[in-house]
Each structure stands twice: as structure tokens, then as C-alpha cells.
């Protein structure tokens, strides 16, 4: 049988797999990713030139995955410290990856720095030069106009004041904004996905409780999660935990700390270059985030 060293893991999905008593299935097989669902349980592997996403692990594959015969369907044991699909003899070391522990929580003295805003305005920046007619972009640069945009505009001020007021019922607004645009992961749920991370970090930053923070991005990672697909879903819910990527967590570790701000166009730079609309998508969402959490205006 062919082995596959896994590189780095996420210290949940490590966990998951330990208890995990019964085969799951091969979800979806990309070039550089294979995710695997079990349930409601996703997991995904990733090419080692891919960051550390939540419930992944990133292994040092030679060949791209669609080049591995790795089938949608195909069935995958967990077994110790492997990860085994037998119908084409391959199995995954797990035993010496570096486990990583993604949960936002654990990161520690967050700030609401003076150039703050300066900070978003170089995303902006960064939105502006990479923003086409396809994506959200708009949103926050004012360039293009697509149906999915208009779609989208009609919903936000209902988020917005949710937010502010950090209520529940932003799970609702959230769910009426998902699904919505084009993607593998449709456009409203990658800008969804940076709205989230920068609620959460905001105000984790500002001193508000885990539980009261929590509580707003679970139901908008869950609610959302029903009105789309089962990948763009799992991210979603992923999310709402607060389980961030790797280059998201950078991202806001950097937004929110006494940084430098060339340090913000390398992890806006990063997260851009996910994918080919969704790392605009989602530092779209990173943006109007912070333009709704630092409004003066609370209701319409």
C-alpha cells in the first residue's frame, strides 16, 4: 500500500478520527483537496501548499489528487494513526503531523488599534485591484453591478443591525443571504465566512464574553449552512465555531494588534489568492464587517 505523509493537522480532525467507529465516503476529489464526509461530519485533504484548514489535514502529495484515482464515493477507514482508501491502496501517516489547534478562542491579546481603519483601507485596496464584474466586490468598491450584488444589498441592512446589537437573529439574516452568486462555494457564503471571522475577532478584541459572541456567529454559521451546498455548508459551520483558516487567522491577528500594515497586504494578499473569486469574496466580507461594526448607526 502506497503512504502519504500528512504534513500539519488540525487537532479536531485528528480527534474526530480517533472515535470514528465506522467507514466514511470520498465527498468531492480538486485538484489540490479531497473532502470526505461522514454524516454531518466533513473533512478534507489538502495539498501542503494549501494553508490549514479546520477538520483538514495537509499532506505531501507528488501528484495532483485527480491524478491519484481517488474516486467520489470511494470508502475511507480511519485506522490509528492512517487514513486508508483501499480501492486504490493508499494510506495517510498521520503519526508525525503537526497537530494545530484552529479555534479562534485560543488566540490572546486582541486589540482595537488607533490605524485600525487604515488597516481596512489597504484591504479595500486590495479588493479594488482584484475585484472583477463576477464576484462581491462591489459591495465595498462600487465598480461593477451584477444581479447576485443587487440580491445581496437588499438583505444586508438586516445583518447590519443585527449585529450591532449582537442578537441571534443574524442567524436569519445570514440564511437569507446564502447560496447566493457563483462558485463552488457561492459568493454570499465566502463573504459570509469573513463577515464571521471579523465579527468574532472584533469583538473578542473589545472584551465581549466568548458565550455572547459564540451564540451570533453559531447561528449564522448554522443558519446559513442550510440555504447552500454541503462544502460551502461545512465552512460555514466551521465558521460559526470558530474555527478559522490558518491565512483568516493570520488575518485577523495582524487586523487586530499593534501590526504593521505591510503586514495586512500579506495576509490580505493570501487570503485573495484562494481560489478564483472566493478569496475576494471573503475579504469583501472582512471589509463590510468592519463598516457595520463601526457605524453610528444602529437602526434604519
Known amino acids: 500500500m502506497k503512504q502519504i505523509k500528512a504534513v500539519e493537522i488540525c487537532g479536531r480532525f485528528r480527534a474526530a478520527l480517533m472515535v470514528s467507529e465506522k467507514p466514511f465516503r470520498i465527498h468531492s476529489v480538486f485538484t489540490s483537496a479531497v473532502n ?26 507528488e501528484i495532483p489528487f485527480t491524478e491519484s484515482g481517488i474516486r ?26 503537526v497537530e494545530r489547534d484552529l479555534a479562534f478562542e485560543q ?11 487604515m488597516k481596512v483601507e489597504l484591504l479595500k485596496e486590495l479588493i479594488e485591484e482584484k475585484g472583477c464584474e463576477q464576484d462581491l466586490s462591489t459591495l465595498v468598491t462600487g465598480k461593477y453591478r451584477n444581479p447576485y450584488v443587487d440580491c445581496v ?12 446589537k449582537n442578537s441571534e437573529q ?15 462555494t457561492p459568493s454570499s457564503d465566502d ?4 463577515y464571521m471571522s471579523t ?20 447561528a449564522m454559521g448554522n443558519k446559513a449552512a442550510e440555504r447552500t451546498n454541503t462544502i460551502s455548508g461545512a465552512f460555514l459551520k466551521q ?14 491577528c495582524v487586523l487586530f494588534s499593534d501590526s504593521k500594515t505591510e503586514e495586512v497586504r500579506e495576509c490580505g494578499q493570501n487570503i485573495l489568492n484562494f481560489g478564483s473569486t472566493s478569496g475576494t469574496d471573503m475579504l469583501t466580507g472582512v471589509v463590510l464587517s468592519m463598516i457595520h461594526l463601526t457605524s453610528t448607526c444602529d437602526s434604519e
Not at 36 to 56: A, E, G, K, T, W
Not at 239 to 248: E, F, H, V, Y
Open 199 to 218: 465579527y468574532l475577532a472584533y469583538s473578542k478584541a473589545k472584551g465581549c464574553s466568548p458565550e455572547e459572541i459564540c451564540k451570533v456567529t453559531y
Open 72 to 97: 467520489v464515493g470511494m470508502e475511507v477507514i480511519a485506522a490509528g494513526d492512517r487514513i486508508l482508501i483501499p480501492q486504490v491502496g493508499l494510506a495517510i501517516n498521520l503519526k508525525y503531523a
Open 153 to 164: 444589498i437588499k438583505k444586508l441592512p438586516g445583518l447590519r443591525i443585527a449585529i450591532k
Open 36 to 61: 470526505m464526509i461522514d454524516n454531518d461530519v466533513f473533512f478534507s485533504l489538502l495539498s501542503d501548499r494549501s494553508c490549514l484548514y479546520p477538520m483538514s489535514c495537509r499532506v505531501s502529495n
Open 107 to 117: 488566540k490572546e491579546d486582541l486589540l482595537l488599534p488607533t490605524n485600525l481603519m
Open 239 to 252: 465558521c460559526g465555531a470558530g474555527l478559522l483558516s490558518d491565512d483568516m487567522t493570520k488575518l485577523m
Open 170 to 184: 443574524a442567524g436569519n439574516h445570514a440564511a437569507g443571504l446564502a447560496g447566493c452568486g457563483i462558485g463552488l
Open 191 to 194: 463573504m459570509l465566512i469573513g
